[in-house]
């Protein structure tokens, strides 16, 4: 199978923001080892990284090899890099678990074992254990001058506000990690979101001043991505809740899918093209049939679809698609049966709940009775406010209008033997029977 040329799919997709003169020529060449790097200071990636992800995935898929750098040295700092202030250090056993957490989440995007293009993992503190401080000046610093680090945009909208020597520092770290890595692994290529241009222009420069530039031939490249904004201009990644992250106990499948399938319209074209591995004849089909058919939001549910099932799985994409459904949708008793007993807790969190003994479900007296005295008032306050909400229509059990207060309960079976929904309205609320 032919091999997309990379930088035609960037572009096509909308992910090529800058690079350096000769990077498409080093590229069509020969095969090419590229990384780039991710910051160890939370557990988990986030969405906002998915678009660099998605770079090494590329890059991979063109038959290049894709390195991705943890931060273990450069984490212990913090990138200055357009930030209002300056970043708390964490620990080495904070960043250590960091480190495990996101390694485990690039697998799932890059292929570790493959042949010579295959994915490699490094930690750049690894070397800088190893160098001293005096080393590192004699190293780096001499090669590059204050003028050079202090005309780095990212350097110069801190001064405004103050930056310290330690953040200042840091282009030198990972100009440093450049040099490193063209020495010891021959790459010759870094990438990165458009923020990092500075940064990762430095480390070109280093290897430049410290290997020397044969008749103008450019020895390392440099590339970036722009970052990913809205349509209305706003920061793309974030939820009511925060970041929108890629390990499940942070963000659960289901709340990673809802984040995806509510995406704009507006913002569904550019979306499909960085998030996901669609072509662009299917993209495009899909840009079609969403135009002919908005409603059926196509380019939404292709998009949750895709993204939900890399990052977590295809049966959690299932799960969440049921679970929406359920909550939002037009779900019925069968959808219902359909649930497993082990799905009801990740499918109804942050529902509420309450828990009533089976001796109490076998002797509730009728509907209202368990709508308000035997859940203790926890969906209605009183037996009169529940036979008012069922006059109005406006209660259901296990997704079945209640016809009448006086409705008998060997009407409603229980779901996989434990569980009743209560709906009203809009809302849900779930009954747990524990024995």
Avoid at 43 to 59: C, D, E, Y
Avoid at 173 to 202: E, V
Avoid at 353 to 376: P, Y
């Amino acid at each position: 199978m032919t091999k997309p040329d990379f930088i035609e799919e960037l572009r096509w997709r909308g992910m090529l923001h800058d690079m350096m003169p000769g990077t498409d020529e080093q590229l069509k060449k020969q095969l090419t080892a590229g990384y780039i790097g991710f910051d160890p200071t939370a557990a988990s990636l986030h969405i906002g990284n998915l678009a660099t992800i998605m770079l090494l995935v590329h890059f991979q898929r063109a038959g290049h090899k894709p390195f991705a750098l943890v931060g273990g040295a450069t984490g212990m700092i913090g990138d200055p890099s357009f930030k209002a202030s300056e970043r708390s250090f964490l620990s080495e056993e904070t960043l250590r678990i960091n480190q495990e957490g996101i390694r485990s989440q690039l697998a799932s995007f890059l292929d570790f074992d493959c042949g010579d293009n295959s994915a490699e993992m490094v930690n750049n503190y690894d070397w800088f254990k190893e160098i001293g401080f005096l080393e590192f000046l004699r190293e780096v610093g001499k090669f590059l001058s204050v003028n050079y680090m202090m005309s780095k945009d990212s350097v110069k909208k801190r001064l405004e506000t103050g930056i310290s020597f330690t953040e200042f520092s840091y282009q030198l770290l990972q100009g440093y990690d450049f040099y490193w890595l063209y020495k010891h692994k021959n790459i010759r290529l870094q990438m990165g979101g458009s923020d990092q241009w500075g940064n990762i222009t430095t480390g070109t420069e280093l290897i430049r001043r410290k290997e020397g530039d044969e008749e103008g031939y450019f020895k390392a490249f440099a590339l970036t991505t722009p970052l990913i904004t809205k349509a209305d201009g706003t920061k793309f990644g974030k939820s009511e809740g925060g970041n929108v992250w890629l390990d499940p106990t942070m963000t659960s499948p289901y709340q990673f899918y809802q984040f995806w399938i509510n995406q704009s319209d507006e913002d569904c074209h550019r979306l499909l093209r960085v998030f996901t591995l669609y072509s662009k004849e299917e993209i495009e089909a899909l840009e079609a049939q969403h135009a002919e058919a908005p409603h059926t939001r196509a380019m939404q549910k292709a998009l949750a679809e895709e993204v939900t099932t890399r990052v977590h799985s295809a049966h959690d994409y299932q799960l969440a698609v049921k679970a929406s459904e359920v909550l939002y949708g037009k779900a019925t008793l069968d959808t219902l049966r359909s649930i497993h007993a082990d799905e009801f807790a990740v499918i109804f969190d942050g529902v509420p709940q309450s828990e009533i003994s089976r001796a109490d479900w076998t002797t509730c007296a009728g509907i209202t009775d368990l709508l308000a005295s035997t859940t203790q008032g926890e969906i209605y306050a009183s037996k009169s406010e529940a036979r008012r909400a069922i006059q109005q229509n406006a209660v259901s059990i296990n997704k079945v209008k209640v016809k009448s207060a006086e409705q008998p309960m060997s009407d409603f079976d229980l779901l996989q033997d434990r569980f009743v929904l209560v709906s009203k309205g809009k809302k849900n609320h779930l009954i747990k029977i524990i024995d």
